[in-house]
């Protein structure tokens, strides 16, 4: 499995100015400021989206159950200039982006190469959580999406516990380490952004670290399994073989003596 990269300021605008569809330039922005994946983008229609109170409901999702996610500021005067310009009805049932899936990303190589930017559409979503804090965002806001956009239940808990508190002047590293779920290094890094004013680095160098530590402690893993599986299909072959070959020995001693 591929790291994930995080991606620079410069490098998503880049990556914006390299992309002529409006249509497509909007479906970027999805990517970035909800955390969505290509396939609930794909499948996102007008009507999915509430202006009224600001969010968006997805409905097909990788566990089969609806997923609300906020609108940010940003986001809405994006849909809502998009929508004026084109004249379209936010209450319509069609899809906002009715395009095939490799139709998608080979814009988005187009676009990245265009910019010199190496990375995955799939990277985008993985990235919206420091876009929004490098955006002004605050803490609490910032934490608020990500408790709806996360995928695993227990960290998407921690983090809701974790709103409450910080709202109450609790420092972040405080609720992370207590809830054991996090390794210590990124909660001593996210208690040095917090003392220093500097949380949005420190998480993006958090990023960074285990961008390089996780596809080289899978490597270490497959390393030391791969002696193991060698010697367990040598095992297999050999007790298929005997299981073959001694009872027609047998019946070779009996056939001799007889």
């Known amino acids: 499995k591929k790291a994930i990269k995080v991606l620079k300021i410069e490098e998503i605008q880049r990556i914006f100015n390299n992309v002529k569809n409006e249509k497509f330039k909007l479906f970027l ?12 983008l794909l499948n996102l229609k007008w009507s ?5 109170d600001k969010y968006i409901i997805v409905r097909e999702t990788k566990s089969h159950k609806d997923r609300y996610i906020p609108i940010s500021d940003e986001l809405f005067k994006i849909i809502l200039k998009y929508i004026e310009d084109n004249n379209i009805n936010p209450k319509s049932n069609q899809k906002i982006f009715n395009w095939a899936p ?11 190469r265009n910019a010199g930017v190496s990375c995955r559409l799939h ?11 490098k955006s002004g965002v ?13 995928g695993n239940a227990v960290l998407a808990r921690v983090i809701r516990e974790s709103i409450m508190r910080v ?4 420092p972040l590293s405080a609720c992370l380490s207590e809830s054991g779920h996090f390794p210590p290094l990124i909660v001593r890094m996210i208690q040095i952004g917090e003392s220093t004013g500097t949380i949005d680095t420190t998480l993006t160098k958090v990023s960074e670290h285990y961008d390089k530590e996780v596809p080289y402690t899978i490597k270490k893993i497959f390393a030391i399994f791969e002696p193991l599986m060698i010697i367990l299909l040598g095992a297999v072959v050999v007790s298929i073989a005997l299981s073959m070959f001694l009872p027609m ?4 001693r009996i056939m001799s003596k007889g």
């Open 123 to 133: 990277d985008l979503r993985h990235n919206f959580a420091t876009y929004l804090l």
């Open 167 to 170: 709202k109450d002047g609790e």
């Open 249 to 252: 020995y047998q019946m070779i």
């Open 29 to 40: 922005k999805f990517a970035i400021l909800t955390g969505m994946r290509r396939g609930e």
């Open 48 to 52: 999915d989206l509430n202006l009224d």
């Open 138 to 150: 605050d803490i609490v806001e910032s934490l608020w999406v990500a408790e709806r956009v996360i």
């Open 102 to 112: 490799s139709s998608v990303t080979h814009m988005f190589i187009d676009a990245t």
